[in-house]
Structures are given as C-alpha cells and as structure tokens.
C-alpha cells in the first residue's frame, strides 16, 4: 500500500529541483534560527508569491486545491518555508474572494503581482478583540501595538492587521487595515528564538505612533463579537496553513517507512507501529482534503456554519498530525532524539500546529457555544 504520493503539478515553475534546494538550506536555517531567505528569492523568482492571482492581473491563476498541494510537498523539504509561504498565500487567496464575489481589490493584487510583495499577517494577535489602540488625528489614525507571531516579517512589504478604537460614542470598533513596513514607526523585535518552525523570520512587529489613513481603512467592525469577515479568512486561511502540517507528518511517515524496510526483520514490532502510523496520517489527510473541500476553489458561502466545521477540522488535523509525527519518534527509537535526524526538527517543527488561531480548547469553547445556541 502506498501511503504517500506527491501531488500532481505541471507547473514549470515549481519542480523538484527547487524542492531539493529547499531541502539542501533546511537544517542550516533551523540550526541558525535565520530566515530562509535563499528559498524566497527562488520563489520570487518563479513568481509564486502572485501564483492564486488571476492571469489578467498578472498573477498565475493557480487553482486554490493545487496551492494547498504546493504547500503540502514543500513541507515535505523544509516546513519552516512551507510555513511562511502559507501565510502570504492565505492573505492573497482572501483577497482573490473579495475581487471575486465583491469586485474590489483589483489594484491591491496588480500590485502583489507585478512587484511580488511579501504580505504578513498579524492575525495570531487579531481575533475578535484584536490588540494594541489606535488613536484618531487628522486624516486618519495612529496606530500603537506590537503583533507576535508575524511569519516572514523579515522580508515583508506590508502587514494587514488591525487595533481596537474607542470611537465618539464609547463603543468600541476594531478597525481592518494595511500597514507598509518600511512606513515611520514600524519596527521589527529580534525575538524570533524558538523550538520550531526556526526558519520563519516571525518576528514581532513594533507600531509606535503609526499614521494609518482614513483611506486605509478596509473593514470597521465591533470588537469581541463574530464578524461575517472572519468566515472568508477562516475557509480560506486553515487549508493553506494545515497543508503545512499534513506535508510534515508524511515526510515523517515516508522516514519511518525507509528505515522500517532496512529494520524489519530485526524488530517485529515495526509493522503495527507503521500501521497505527498510517490511521493517523489518513485521519489528518482525509480531514485536510474536506477543509479545501469546504474552500471550493473560492466559490464558498459566507456561513458560519462553515467556519465552525472549519475550525474543528483544523483543530482535528493538528492533532492528527502530531500523533503521526510523535509516533513516528518512538518508531525510530532513540536515534530520532539526535538532531541530524531529520525527524528531530519536523518533530519540533509539527508542535506549531497547535498554535494556530484557533487553539483547541478555544476552538473547543466556540463550537460549543455555537451548538448551544
């Protein structure tokens, strides 16, 4: 039984050769904890950073199916790249909805097209309360917050982020808006030093008395309470990112099949170990499918009902895909505990997953409080 299959692309500007590059610069930026930068200017050489943008406006028009297949085999050689690359991509495929079945935003995907801009997301710290404070002055605001988390900050041309507002009337708001990052105020915290996921460049980003204009400003809605805005970002955005996370746990599973060729004899145990495996990588790959399923190909409904199922499924594939990964660990025994193993960083590289917004037991709370209701 074959378990793995790379997927199907005949994309030119993706190939193996640019996988095995990837591979090649994985375990010296993990070592370093330094962005992959190498990796990103290859893919800003094929022009993949404008791959879901529609071909009339310069992009590629890549199916969103085939972008979560993209996703997936570059897990299979470096995830923090994988990684990075999902949280453009997620920003982008937003932003193709929105042209799509709202006819707005055409000038904003010319632009990530013709000059294939990096766009970051600071959605980590921008659920439904949002954090830092904006402040109103002429013509526009300013923006004070730090947003953690913030994948490829290093590189990027532009967050898409928000803040609260205490408006005239003592409501609160969360205003929706971009922020170049080469503007005034804007910094970057050298505070990316973590256990996984290493090669990201998440920097925090730190807005201090940021000018946001009133132009600017994409979406007003109140704080601490659902916004339809989030059933397009939940459908479009956990596929892409669990695509990340199912390519890991193959990768996992493709390590401990090689080995398990070369050991089975010797430890008979291996074949049940390989087949628990294997219950776990359908479970998070068959669930991982349903999720682009429900995103189907942008022609979704905005339905909260979508983006709870969503949610649980996201919550349901990380937890699969580090049960894969984990076991794969005690597969291999004691030699996967070694660092040049490649299991040892895609172990800590899968612990990532459970990060994502929504956090199971906040996933957990939301789906409930929706049934009840």
Request: with cysteine.
């Amino acid at each position: 039984m074959k378990t793995l299959t790379r997927p199907n692309t005949d994309r030119s500007t993706f190939t193996e050769t640019l996988l095995a590059s990837f591979k090649k610069r994985a375990s010296e930026a993990d070592r370093e904890g330094s962005f992959v930068s190498e990796n990103y200017k290859d893919l800003k050489t094929h022009r993949l950073f404008s791959a879901l943008i529609p071909k009339e406006f310069g992009g590629l028009g890549m199916p969103y199916s085939e972008m979560c297949q993209l996703v997936r085999a570059m897990a299979h050689s470096c995830g923090s790249t994988a990684l990075a690359f999902s949280m453009h991509q997620h920003l982008v495929a937003a932003a193709v909805w929105k042209y799509k079945h709202k006819g707005v935003g055409e000038a904003t995907l010319r632009k990530v097209a013709e000059n294939q801009l990096v766009l970051v997301s600071t959605g980590a710290r921008d659920w439904l309360g949002s954090n830092g404070e904006l402040k109103q002055t002429e013509g526009g605001y300013r923006l004070s917050a730090q947003k953690h988390f913030a994948s490829q900050s290093v590189v990027g041309d532009i967050a898409i982020t928000s803040a609260p507002y205490l408006n005239e009337k003592g409501d609160w708001k969360v205003l929706h808006f971009p922020v170049p990052l080469n503007a005034e105020g804007v910094s970057l915290m050298d505070d990316w030093d973590v256990m996984g996921m290493r090669g990201t460049g998440s920097q925090g980003i730190v807005f201090e008395h940021v000018f946001v204009p009133d132009t600017a400003i994409a979406l007003e809605r109140n704080r601490d309470e659902f916004h339809p805005v989030w059933n397009v970002v939940l459908t479009v955005a956990m596929p892409l990112i669990m695509s990340v996370y199912v390519g890991l746990a193959e990768r996992a599973m493709e390590l401990v099949i090689a080995k398990g060729k070369s050991n089975a004899r010797k430890q008979e145990h291996l074949k049940f170990c390989i087949g628990k495996l294997n219950n776990h990588l359908v479970a998070a790959q068959t669930q991982w499918r349903a999720m682009y399923t429900l995103t189907n190909e942008f022609e979704f409904d905005l339905e909260q009902d979508n983006s709870a199922l969503m949610l649980s499924l996201k919550t349901n594939v990380a937890e699969a895909c580090k049960q894969t990964v984990g076991d794969a660990m005690e597969s291999i025994g004691g030699q996967s505990f070694y660092k040049k193993n490649e299991l040892e960083r895609i172990f800590r590289d899968v612990q990532a997953a459970a990060f994502h917004p929504l956090p199971k037991w906040n996933q957990y709370a939301f789906t409930g409080e929706k049934l009840l209701a």
